[in-house]
């Protein structure tokens, strides 16, 4: 059994940055990958980025270089650190784990105003 639990979303103006983190708690051991979603209204989660307990990372198109996720304690926190923001980027943003079995977060909330 995992819990994901997301912070640091907020608001934000166009051109500025935040970090969002994800804290894993319980089965950590069970975890081989972690990702960020995002869900907007009126479109379909998409992936943001993965990264693997051995730190490789993979990137959606969404990133466009803007985005960097990284690891800490194999995979018992994970982060987001996101610049140059966008109101694109407006979503609700979710922690995953995969492994024996997949987890969500509740999400955290980012708002990019224009």
């Known amino acids: 059994q995992v819990h994901l639990v997301e912070s640091g979303g907020g608001l934000v103006q166009t051109g500025g940055s935040l970090r969002l983190s994800c804290t894993a708690i319980g089965s950590i051991l069970s975890i081989d990958y972690m990702a960020w979603y995002r869900q907007a209204p009126g479109k379909q989660r998409e992936l943001v980025a993965s990264i693997s307990r051995r730190g490789d990372t993979k990137y959606g198109d969404s990133a466009e270089g803007r985005f960097t996720i990284s690891r800490g304690n194999g995979l018992t926190a994970v982060h987001l650190q996101m610049s140059s923001l966008k109101p694109e980027d407006t979503a609700i943003y979710f922690c995953?784990?995969?492994?024996?079995?997949?987890?969500w977060g509740q999400g955290t909330q980012v708002t990019v105003s224009s």
């Open positions: 995953n784990s995969l492994g024996r079995r997949e987890y």
